[in-house]
Structure formats: structure tokens, C-alpha cells
């Protein structure tokens, strides 16, 4: 009877995320493709959630997948604060959401980053791989286009980087992401988190910096 008219195998799953620590805050960065196999299915995503006031999670893998735990997460942390009578810590998050993915990882495919700030620790970063465990870190990257990156990242990271240091590099990395992994691409998104706020930031497709090729 011949090959169906569509792709039977499994839909490849790509983005670019990251997170970085400055002096007094914290940069998060993503691309906004969401694709299913060689299709885009939404050239605009938002893969920066927030979970609590200043807390955020970067998603990586199947989007239904950590669609669903990051609105448990944001429950949980609704919850425990209330009990608290204060906000939750970052660290608090990233434990939670670590918990709900160990215990579900052989039928899930999710891998995040969480960061943001509270009162206790001030500016935090914590990489959630595919499988579980809590890393935290200065600088976390993840996605089909993290493989891209990593000699740019671990060449131009510094610690205490002022904001507008941070928010360039973060820009800069996803940016070289984007030109040259097929799965990240459509425009770049980024959060600040201090003390002072959320600051939120989007960089359209024709406004990316262009630091490659020659460039």
C-alpha cells in the first residue's frame, strides 16, 4: 500500500535556553521555536514561565511535558507560600520541580533551567537535566542549540557581570544558537530578576546581534 503521507517517527524536539548569574540579579534567555519533526509548529513561544513573582523556569523538551509541570510548580509554590506567609526561594522551586520529574522521568522528556531571586540567596541558577538532580550553577545552558554555544559561553562568562553585561552575552549566545541549529530559531526572549523587579525583553528575528559568520 505504499508509505503514509506524513512522518511516523518521533518528533524531533530542539530549543536554545539559558541562564546566568550577574552581580545582583539574574539573566534568562531563549529562542521561541517550537517545532514538531522538520514543521514549526509556533514561530513565537514563550519558554520563559514564571512560576512565582521572581522566580522563572526555562523549558527544554516536550512542550506538553513541561507545560503540565511547570503549572504543578506553580500551584506547589502558590501553596507553600501561603504557608510561609513569605515568597519561596529559588531553591525551593528547583527541588519541587526536580521532585515531580524523578518521579515521573521514565515517561517524560524534560530538561530545565530555574532561576531567579529571593531574600535568603539573593541571585540563584539551578539546571534540571532530562532524568532529575538539582545542579546550581553560575551560567546553565540547555537545548539541541546549547551543543552550538558552548565554547562562546565558557569563553566570555565572568562572574559579577553588570546587567547590561549579562543581558548582551545571554542575548549574544541564543543569538549564535539560532544561526546555527535548525530546531532554535523566530526571535529571542529574555527576563532580568533582582531585587528591583522582573524586567522582560524581546529581540525581534531581524534585530538579532550578529557576532558569526564573519560578522
Given at each position: 500500500t505504499g508509505n503514509p503521507p506524513y512522518p511516523t517517527d518521533d518528533p524531533a524536539l530542539g530549543t536554545t535556553i539559558m541562564a546566568v548569574v550577574y552581580d545582583g540579579g539574574v539573566v534568562?534567555?531563549?529562542?521561541s521555536r517550537t517545532s514538531a519533526g522538520s514543521y514549526i509548529a509556533n514561530r513565537a513561544a514563550d519558554k520563559i514561565t514564571l512560576v512565582h513573582d521572581s522566580i522563572f523556569v526555562c523549558r527544554?523538551?516536550?512542550?506538553?511535558?513541561?507545560?503540565?509541570?511547570?503549572?504543578?510548580l506553580k500551584l506547589y509554590l502558590g501553596m507553600h507560600s501561603l504557608d510561609l506567609e513569605e515568597a519561596p526561594s529559588v531553591q525551593t522551586?528547583?527541588?519541587?520541580?526536580?521532585?515531580?520529574?524523578?518521579?515521573?522521568?521514565?515517561?517524560l522528556m524534560a530538561g530545565m533551567i530555574v532561576a531567579g531571586w529571593d531574600k535568603r540567596n539573593g541571585p540563584s541558577v539551578f539546571n534540571?537535566?532530562?532524568?532529575?538532580?538539582?545542579i546550581p550553577e553560575?551560567?546553565?545552558?540547555?537545548?539541541?542549540?546549547?551543543?552550538?554555544?558552548?565554547?562562546?559561553?565558557?569563553?566570555?562568562?565572568?562572574?559579577?557581570?553588570?546587567?547590561?553585561?549579562?543581558?548582551?552575552?545571554?542575548?549574544?549566545?541564543?543569538?549564535?544558537?539560532?544561526?546555527?541549529?535548525?530546531?532554535?530559531?523566530?526571535l529571542i526572549r529574555t527576563v532580568t530578576i533582582s531585587a528591583d523587579g522582573v524586567?522582560?525583553?524581546l529581540v525581534?528575528?531581524?534585530?538579532?546581534?550578529?557576532?558569526?559568520?564573519?560578522?
Amino acid at each position: 500500500t505504499g508509505n503514509p503521507p506524513y512522518p511516523t517517527d518521533d518528533p524531533a524536539l530542539g530549543t536554545t535556553i539559558m541562564a546566568v548569574v550577574y552581580d545582583g540579579g539574574v539573566v534568562m534567555g531563549a529562542d521561541s521555536r517550537t517545532s514538531a519533526g522538520s514543521y514549526i509548529a509556533n514561530r513565537a513561544a514563550d519558554k520563559i514561565t514564571l512560576v512565582h513573582d521572581s522566580i522563572f523556569v526555562c523549558r527544554s523538551g516536550s512542550a506538553a511535558d513541561t507545560q503540565a509541570l511547570t503549572d504543578y510548580l506553580k500551584l506547589y509554590l502558590g501553596m507553600h507560600s501561603l504557608d510561609l506567609e513569605e515568597a519561596p526561594s529559588v531553591q525551593t522551586a528547583a527541588h519541587l520541580i526536580n521532585q515531580l520529574l524523578y518521579s515521573n522521568k521514565n515517561h517524560l522528556m524534560a530538561g530545565m533551567i530555574v532561576a531567579g531571586w529571593d531574600k535568603r540567596n539573593g541571585p540563584s541558577v539551578f539546571n534540571i537535566p532530562l532524568g532529575g538532580g538539582v545542579i546550581p550553577e553560575l551560567y546553565s545552558i540547555g537545548g539541541s542549540g546549547s551543543s552550538y554555544i558552548y565554547g562562546y559561553v565558557d569563553a566570555n562568562f565572568k562572574k559579577n557581570m553588570t546587567k547590561e553585561e549579562a543581558q548582551t552575552f545571554v542575548k549574544n549566545a541564543v543569538s549564535l544558537a539560532i544561526a546555527r541549529d535548525g530546531s532554535s530559531g523566530g526571535l529571542i526572549r529574555t527576563v532580568t530578576i533582582s531585587a528591583d523587579g522582573v524586567e522582560r525583553e524581546l529581540v525581534l528575528g531581524d534585530k538579532l546581534p550578529k557576532i558569526g559568520f564573519g560578522q
